[in-house]
């Protein structure tokens, strides 16, 4: 049974840092992608990072890109998200989503149509 569990979120101001972490505390087998998608009210759910679990490449949307960092810790089952310099307009619920099918087509890797399970989500609120 997958359970996805993430923590990490807060209160922070402009220009602060968070790191997220999403636990995947029901299974013992190997994912295969993992992703943090983000929601802010009255908005679609959009992509900000994944991760392959086997060979760790990443992908970051453009605007966070040299600024959040996606990592895994296998043994650990977890996937961490460290945002740093963080913008008023981040604000956001962050969600954590796992793939267990794979995919190849180009982009998969932001639609959340491609994952399987999601996490409940963690607030993330930036004041400016």
């Known amino acids: 049974q997958v359970q996805l569990v993430e923590s990490g979120g807060g209160l922070v101001q402009a220009g602060g840092s968070l790191r997220l972490s999403c636990v995947d505390s029901g299974r013992t087998g190997s994912s295969v992608l993992m992703g943090w998608f983000r929601q802010a009210p009255g908005k679609e759910r959009e992509f900000v990072a994944a991760i392959w679990w086997g060979g760790g490449r990443t992908y970051y949307a453009d605007s966070v890109k040299d600024r959040f960092t996606i990592s895994r810790d296998n043994a650990k089952n977890t996937v961490y998200l460290q945002m740093n310099s963080l913008k008023p307009e981040e604000t956001a619920v962050y969600y954590c989503?796992?793939?267990?099918?794979?995919?190849?087509?180009?982009?998969?890797?932001?639609?959340?149509?491609?994952?399987?399970?999601w996490g409940q989500g963690t607030q993330v609120t930036v004041s400016s």
């Open positions: 989503a796992l793939n267990l099918r794979g995919c190849s087509n180009y982009g998969c890797y932001g639609r959340p149509s491609e994952y399987d399970y």
